[in-house]
């Protein structure tokens, strides 16, 4: 790549840093919809902001009533999209800085959304930015970033820009990882309800979990009971080494399971403070719909007794999310978030599920088929082609369970920012992003862009 990208890039470093600030301090949480701000008002200010930024540094920037924005960088007809989103998962537990002050310490800025999104579409709108002042004229392509306001709820955004301009057929979503994401999983997400059942423990307040897609890190709730109880909590946590804590409060008994929050997606080494929750009630003589649950899931994020476990050799195993627990009254709500491989049938996973659970209602929430692109056509090898020459590893396409906007275009892949050798920090506590990454993800995305557009 021409020493001028590089150079510029270095010399942004500093205008990166204050612009992902700017975009952290914006709680870009989807809220309720209001006039004109389809997500909430933080997110429509998100947009705005993403928008003048962009037109401040020079770029045409079309907006699409408060869904999403586009920024376009040359004149070609055939287009390059990068798509990235601006929304953010809630905060969550565990936050030991403040997550939308955009702390500064060394090279980490700490806050919601620094990795999950905004600092890997700050990266590809500098790439754009260097690409254009070396003077490197894109012949074949040009390049179009779309901002989106809902990828972590229901791809919303996405649909209306779709439905109201030109969705490019190629692309990449700076989302996920490096090297190169190539196969996304099928998404199932699921909303369970049931009555409380009217014999067994009795469980007075319960109510965990924001999002299907998050796994929880807390789960807490009060169960009708008394000392004898909380003895045999005491005993349960000890015997199972799963950290539970029982106290004994005005009658009642205030039940806290901690667990390791994380990403549905990647349910490797976290632990569903929900499922933790389950398995205690069950022991506990829970019966009914919360026993059925509890024996379905429980713990479980391979769907094993769910019945839908299952793997290939392109996408590897099925994971499985109890994502919220809530009793209103005398109803009780869960959610399921599935990741399934792309050899799946998902109606057979629906309904396999469904017959599992005997007693509960299932409303699918989500359901999203695969996603696969070749690793042998153009795309999949430019882009790991500046992957390798920018990092001097060796780069190959792998698949996630996680679903990125990748899955919007014909023919697109999730392309970093985060590094192989980083700590995945999406939806948890104390996210950041490293500026030197960030950086360096702005010079693989110059080199990745100019590779295809030129
Ligand atoms: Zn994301």
Wanted: hydrophobic share 40%; proline share 5%; charged share 25%.
């Amino acid at each position: 790549m021409d020493q001028k990208v590089y150079d510029l890039l270095d010399s942004y470093r500093e205008e990166m840093t204050e612009m992902l600030k700017r975009w952290v301090r914006i709680p870009s949480v989807r809220a309720d919809a209001q006039e004109g701000a389809p997500f909430g008002p933080d997110t429509l200010r998100m947009l705005q902001q993403a928008g003048s930024d962009a037109e401040s540094l020079g770029f045409p920037v079309r907006y699409f009533d408060g869904y999403a924005c586009d920024i376009t960088l040359g004149t070609a007809e055939e287009k390059i999209a990068v798509l990235g989103h601006l929304d953010v998962v809630p905060v969550g537990d565990g936050w030991t800085r403040p997550p939308f002050d955009a702390v500064q310490e060394g090279n980490r800025v700490y806050g919601r959304g620094t990795e999950d999104d905004k600092g890997p579409c700050i990266a590809a709108l500098f790439a754009m930015r260097a690409i254009r002042e070396a003077g490197i004229s894109l012949s074949r392509r040009s390049i179009r970033m779309i901002l989106g306001c809902s990828e972590e709820t229901e791809w919303q955004d996405m649909e209306y820009y779709t439905a109201h301009t030109e969705m490019p057929e190629l692309g990449f979503s700076p989302d996920a990882s490096f090297p190169v994401i190539n196969t996304e999983k099928g998404l199932l997400q699921m909303l369970l309800s049931f009555a409380d059942p009217a014999s067994g423990l009795r469980v007075l307040e319960l109510a965990t979990g924001d999002r299907p897609n998050v796994i929880p890190g807390t789960c807490s709730a009060r169960f009708a009971g008394g000392q004898d109880l909380a003895d045999r909590i005491h005993a349960w946590s000890q015997r199972t080494g799963l950290p539970v804590s029982a106290v004994v409060e005005e009658g009642s008994i205030r039940v806290t399971a901690d667990g390791i929050p994380g990403h549905a997606a990647m349910p490797e080494g976290r632990r569903n403070a929900i499922g933790m929750m389950l398995s205690l009630m069950k022991d506990l003589g829970a019966e009914g719909a919360l026993q059925t649950l509890a024996s379905a899931v429980g713990m479980e994020y391979d769907g094993r007794s769910l019945g839908i476990a299952c793997r290939d050799e392109v996408s590897g195993p099925l994971t499985c999310n109890i994502g919220i627990l809530r009793k209103d009254g005398d109803c009780w709500t869960a959610t399921l978030d599935c990741r399934c491989p792309i050899t799946s049938d998902l109606d057979a996973l629906l309904h396999t599920a469904a017959e599992h659970l005997p007693g509960i209602d299932m409303q699918v929430i989500t359901k999203k088929e695969a996603h696969h692109v070749p690793a042998e056509g153009e795309l999949v090898s430019e882009l790991l082609a500046a992957y390798e020459e920018e990092t001097g590893l060796k780069g190959e396409a792998v698949a996630i369970g996680g679903g990125t906007y990748a899955k919007v275009l014909k023919q697109g892949v999730a392309f970093g920012a985060l590094f192989p050798d980083q700590e995945e920090l999406a939806h948890q506590a104390d996210e950041y992003y490293d500026l030197d990454s960030m950086v360096k993800a702005a010079k693989i995305f110059a080199n990745a862009l100019i590779r295809l557009a030129q």
